[in-house]
């Protein structure tokens, strides 16, 4: 009896313990889940990231944002720096898809040459979304959709303050100057083509020529140098498609003896801080805002795509103009 009651008191004893394994067990498991969760109780995620390089202020805004939301929201980062070669991004795009990521975003630096690597992203199911910049392809369903900003209109609203700052003069002819972004680069293709329609119908304004800066600041230098060279002060306008290059420009403008922003009207893009800074000193006219700061809508896309939802094909953040219409002193701390 005594044998018995012991042997079912060492049963029950067993499985008294092996409940409480099990519980034990269970607390370690969602425990583990919650420390993989996003902060906002998403489920984890790996996203591979492929950003073009370092080429300007707004670029390494841009990084410092997506890294930063990373963190917000719990997702894993695996950051590739392309150092402005497009063979670096599809070799970084390969990695991604060898490593099974969940999700794949990238800055495309220019717009034609990644229907293979897409195509290979797309055989292993894994969703692409674009970031800042788009692509141009044939094919169907290689991207889930673009988070940037909407060039065009940026381009528009250059070219309409340019026509504002016309009439509020009351000049007859502008000789305009454009130093262009990356060639067949979004950003380049459209600022430029917005710009022109929106001048299309001001017989006051004519394009010199367009030079191609590359977004770069030293490209910005030479570009500036020799168009100073080739018209010298017949140049009643610079639109430069991005604050590097303008900021590249200005010197070169003052060495040849005449004053940005009173003898040349200057028109910039991005609206990082430098050149806010230089906006307040009347050296430059306008800045059209471009946000780096896509890395929040990137973060909850990837999210949403990892749970098997559909997203929006096209998200644009909003943008303002900053120029000297407006009190200067009333524009905050830009944090790019
Ligand atoms: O204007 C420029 C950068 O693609 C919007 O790239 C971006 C552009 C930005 O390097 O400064």
């Given at each position: 009896m005594k044998m018995m009651y012991n042997a079912s008191g060492v049963r029950s004893m067993k499985k008294t313990?092996?409940?409480?394994?099990?519980?034990v067990m269970t607390v370690f498991v969602l425990a583990g889940c919650q420390a993989d969760s996003g902060k906002k109780g998403e489920p984890s995620l790996l996203l591979g990231f492929s950003q073009i390089g370092s080429e300007s202020a707004w670029r390494l805004g841009n990084t410092r944002d997506i890294e930063e939301q990373?963190?917000?929201y719990g997702v894993s980062l695996m950051f590739e720096n392309a150092n402005q070669k497009q063979e670096n991004q599809i070799a970084a795009i390969r990695r991604f898809i060898a490593y099974q990521v969940d999700v794949i975003a990238f800055s495309p630096i220019v717009e034609d040459g990644w229907d293979n690597v897409l195509m290979e992203a797309?055989?292993?199911g894994i969703p692409v979304i674009l970031v800042d910049r788009d692509i141009s392809t044939e094919e169907e369903d290689l991207t889930t959709c673009l988070i940037g900003a909407d060039f065009y209109k940026e381009g528009v609203m250059a070219g309409e303050y340019l026509i504002?700052?016309?009439?509020?003069?009351?000049?007859?002819?502008?000789?305009?100057?454009e130093i262009t972004g990356?060639?067949?680069?979004?950003?380049?293709?459209?600022?430029?083509?917005?710009?022109?329609?929106?001048?299309?119908?001001?017989?006051?304004?004519?394009?010199?020529?367009?030079?191609?800066g590359d977004f770069i600041k030293s490209r910005?230098?030479?570009?500036m140098r020799s168009l100073l060279e080739e018209y010298g002060d017949e140049i009643d306008v610079v639109y430069s498609h991005n604050d590097e290059m303008t900021l590249g420009a200005l010197p070169e403008i003052e060495k040849a003896g005449l004053v940005p922003g009173k003898d040349i009207i200057i028109i910039s893009i991005d609206g990082g801080q430098e050149a806010i800074d230089v906006l307040?000193?009347?050296?430059?006219?306008?800045?059209?805002?471009c946000t780096p700061?896509?890395?929040?809508?990137?973060?909850?896309?990837?999210?949403?795509?990892?749970?098997?939802?559909?997203?929006?094909g096209v998200i644009h953040p909003e943008e303002k103009v900053f120029s000297d219409e407006m009190n200067l002193s009333e524009i905050g701390p830009r944090g790019y």
């Open positions: 313990l092996s409940i409480l394994l099990c519980f990373a963190e917000n797309k055989e292993a504002r700052k016309a009439d509020s003069l009351g000049l007859e002819h502008l000789n305009i100057v990356t060639d067949n680069s979004t950003p380049m293709r459209q600022r430029q083509a917005g710009f022109a329609d929106a001048i299309a119908g001001d017989e006051r304004m004519e394009i010199l020529e367009s030079i191609d910005g230098e030479e570009c307040k000193q009347g050296k430059i006219n306008c800045v059209v805002e700061k896509l890395g929040k809508e990137v973060m909850e896309t990837a999210i949403r795509l990892k749970a098997g939802e559909k997203v929006e």
